[in-house]
């Protein structure tokens, strides 16, 4: 149980904070330059490949932050308002996105596969249909009071490019990374007993 | 493709002169007051005052132009999406009344209630937009990191917005720089030549060589922050705050006043039941 919390909240030291803050910037930049609008403040943005890599090396709570942090910066540089329903929101799917670990996919190390991958497509979808679902549509009507119907459309478009963008490029970014580490880390650290 | 918003060197008016402590804290009772009403009274002095602090920035107008039409037409098209998606909208807004003014269609009727509400939603939208503007074109990222840090978020989390700012020109450099010497050799980036599933392929591609670089830089910049003691201490403190001007002391007292009004506000309108959810001069 501890094991799983630790897994949660991820370690948070020096390289952490360096890679949280990298990983908001990028999708930062990317939400703003690399999107493709498909609906009114909806776009097929490759944004969201950034918690998937965040999250496949350092757990959920740095992906949350990441996603968060990095939405309401793309927010800022975009200047289309802020929207924290969303952000906040995208954290929530970052952090399940992010659950990598959890099952035993460990990109540092170069363990990634099939079964892996089976896991988190259908991840990715159900956390797409609870984060955007109904995460963003509780905290719209919270925070904006907003017509349910337009933010569901909205919600309905972006989950669908969301679940387009995590399987299409997710994948292949997450065997690439696997593959790179892998690489590396054919030395087995020794088990030290303390 | 360095953001025209951000400003990375504090500039010289009144609300740049502020410490990152008063500005953070006031945009946050703001975007309260903002949030927790739909009613005009509230909302138009706001606008009204966050017009005259944008004025007083002096910022450069040409670049601010260009968001400013994206956030009126964003705002124009979600007012006309909540239109179509239910015409009556307002009816339930202002207590049930549906004065039909005139009619297209059966569905398509316009009613009083209906462009009162449209309205003061798309004045909600912008007030929330011109805030927001004011507050980013006042804060450089380390005092925004220092004023996060007043209000007891945890400093590794402001570490994380005042680097991810320092890096965002960046990273915006070295995509700039793959995506161009990508379409070099021949991979299609334009939106009238290739589909949209092929540009996602593309942009897969540009991301790998992005990512892969942006990430190597962790370790240096890790070391670096290591080297410096960062993460040592319990605290910290923030070099570009300052000490408090009798401004900010003016300030304090607004915000102070806003936040007990807001709950006011709150605890009286939000949480006890109304009549009507807005205010509105149908009775």
């Known amino acids: 149980m501890k094991k799983v919390l630790k897994t949660l909240l991820g370690v948070w030291n020096t390289k952490t904070v360096v890679v949280v803050a990298i990983g908001a910037a990028l999708f930062g930049v990317l939400m703003n330059y690399a999107g493709i609008p498909i609906y009114t403040n909806t776009k097929l943005t490759t944004a969201m490949i950034i918690p998937v890599i965040v999250g496949g090396m350092f757990g959920p709570l740095p992906a949350f932050v990441a996603c968060t942090v990095g939405n309401i910066i793309a927010d800022l540089i975009g200047g289309w308002g802020f929207w924290f329903d969303w952000s906040v929101g995208n954290g929530v799917l970052g952090f399940i996105v992010g659950l990598l670990p959890l099952y035993g996919a460990k990109i540092n190390e170069g363990i990634f596969k099939v079964k892996h991958a089976i896991i988190y497509s259908i991840v990715c979808v159900l956390g797409n249909l609870f984060a955007l679902g109904i995460v963003i549509p509780i905290l719209t009507t919270l925070f904006y009071g907003g017509e349910l119907e337009v933010t569901m459309a909205q919600a309905w478009t972006a989950s669908i490019a969301n679940i387009v963008v995590l399987i299409v490029a997710g994948l292949p970014i997450l065997y690439v990374l696997a593959n790179r580490n892998s690489r590396r880390t054919n030395l087995k650290l020794e088990e030290k007993e303390d | ?202 942009n897969v591609l540009i991301l790998i060589p992005l990512i892969i670089s942006s990430f190597e830089r962790v370790g240096n910049i890790s070391n670096a922050m290591d080297l410096r003691g960062y993460g040592k201490g319990k605290t910290r403190t923030y070099y570009s705050e300052h000490e408090e001007l009798k401004a900010d002391k003016i300030f304090k007292v607004i915000y102070c006043a806003l936040l007990v009004f807001c709950i006011y506000w709150i605890i009286s309108h939000n949480i006890m039941p109304q009549p009507s959810k807005m205010w509105h001069p149908f009775s």
Not at chain 2, 166 to 183: F, G, L, T
Request: hydrophobic share 50%; proline share 4%; with cysteine.
């Open chain 2, 1 to 202: 493709m360095n953001s025209p918003l951000l400003n990375l060197v504090p500039g010289k008016t009144f609300l740049h002169k502020l410490t990152g402590k008063t500005k953070v804290r006031t945009f946050l009772v703001l975007l309260v007051y903002i949030i927790m009403s739909f009613d005009i009274r509230l909302l138009f002095p706001l606008l009204v005052a966050s017009i005259i602090g944008l004025v007083s920035l002096k910022p450069r107008w040409k670049t601010i132009k260009v968001f400013f039409y994206i956030a009126i037409g964003m705002n124009l098209i979600n007012v006309i999406l909540y239109y179509l998606a239910r015409p009556t909208c307002g009816a339930n807004w202002c207590g049930g009344g549906n004065t039909v003014l005139f009619q297209f269609t059966d569905y398509f009727t316009v009613s009083a209630e209906t462009i009162w509400y449209l309205s003061v939603r798309f004045l909600k939208m912008m007030t929330s937009f011109i805030v927001s503007m004011v507050f980013i074109l006042s804060i450089t990222p380390s005092e925004m990191a220092a004023g996060l840090y007043s209000v007891k978020v945890p400093y590794k989390i402001c570490t994380v917005f005042s680097l991810a700012f320092r890096y965002i020109p960046d990273i915006a450099r070295d995509y700039e720089n793959i995506k161009v010497s990508m379409q070099a050799r021949g991979v299609e980036m334009d939106p009238k030549k290739a589909s949209v599933m092929t540009r996602l392929k593309q």
